[in-house]
């Protein structure tokens, strides 16, 4: 998450809690952000009937109306798209969620209008699990798999895509960012007078109002290397790359779409359009893409 809205820490001092990112930036701050548009919005607000098809709720249009699904996946990654009173509604943050996607990739995959998908990126990243969640939705898809990068595809949003078929990026997109990132901020005005009440030595880490203590840290830095190595694991099973090779280049940093090729994070440089020339092959007619 790269964004530092102090209205929205609100939430988490009601709430006490952190959330474990990964994220483009080095140093985040955390806070929960929000929109009111989920990913394919018309498609999950819909009474699908039996006979519905994955191109009709996409366009509005037959089913012969397209043949690949596209999905964006723009904007701060979450498991699941928050309620907009659960913080200031007046923001407009826009975020992605890993269910609608999932929901999506494997409703196009059942969907026999649906000959293959291609998800667009731009996003700095989000939440391992939202990130794993979606790569692991393309692993086992069926159909044909494309990713296009724009302008970022980076951290959680990487590792979401990393899995697909073949992935496109611009030579000047930002591309990786294989790192974690834990981070908060404390409240200096409230934590000389904090006051424990809880049982667990932990319960109260991450809390803003509670000092970080060397042990405090310590027990964040374990789960973050942890949920390191997970991202570095499958970015080589997915690339089909020895894990030496993505450590090497898992210093949390991005790099541009020409070098992304070259250690491998990517398979062409490409756009959209290079994408639906390169399903066109595979599936043995013309791309026509519904969104």
């Known amino acids: ?24 930036l080095a140093l985040v701050f955390i806070a929960l952000n929000i929109s009111g ?3 394919y919005y018309k498609f999950f607000n819909t ?9 009709d ?17 723009h904007g701060e990654l979450y498991t699941y798209i928050p309620k907009q009173n659960d913080v200031d509604p007046t923001t407009n943050y826009d975020v992605v969620s890993s269910e609608n ?9 059942q969907d026999s209008t649906i000959k293959a998908i291609l998800i667009e990126v731009d996003s700095p990243g989000g939440e391992p699990v939202a990130g794993e969640e979606i790569a692991n939705a393309l692993k086992t898809a069926t159909k044909p798999t494309v990713a296009v990068i724009r302008q970022t595809g980076a951290s959680a949003a990487y590792w ?12 000047n997109s930002d591309v990786g ?16 007078n904090f006051v424990q009440i809880s049982v667990g030595k932990y319960k109260d880490t991450g809390n ?3 000092p970080l203590t060397a042990d405090d840290k310590a027990l964040l830095l374990r789960d973050i290397k942890i949920v390191q190595q997970n991202f570095i694991n499958d970015v080589a099973t997915n690339r089909n790359l020895s894990v030496d090779a993505v450590t090497k280049i898992a210093d949390g940093s991005s790099v541009l779409g020409d070098k992304a090729k070259s250690v491998g994070l990517i398979d062409e440089i490409g756009d959209e359009t290079s994408a639906q020339n390169y399903l066109s092959q595979k599936i043995g007619t013309p791309a026509s893409l519904c969104w």
Do not use: H, W
């Not at 996409?58 to 964006?72: A, D, E, M, W």
């Not at 960012?177 to 000389?192: A, C, F, L, N």
């Open 101 to 109: 996607v999932v929901s999506l990739i494997q409703k196009a995959d």
């Open 37 to 39: 548009n989920a990913v």
């Open 47 to 55: 009474n699908i009937d039996q006979a519905t098809t994955t191109a």
């Open 1 to 24: 998450m790269t964004f530092s809205e102090n209205k929205v820490l609100k939430y988490f001092e009601k709430n006490k809690t952190t959330i474990l990112t990964l994220s483009f």
């Open 177 to 192: 960012s294989i790192g974690v990132t834990e981070s908060y901020v404390q409240d200096p005005t409230t934590s000389k």
């Open 57 to 73: 709720i996409s366009t509005g249009g037959s089913p012969s109306s397209c043949n690949v699904l596209g999905i964006n996946l």
């Open 160 to 171: 979401a895509i990393s899995s697909a078929g073949k992935i496109f990026a611009s030579r």
């Open 208 to 210: 803003p109002a509670k």
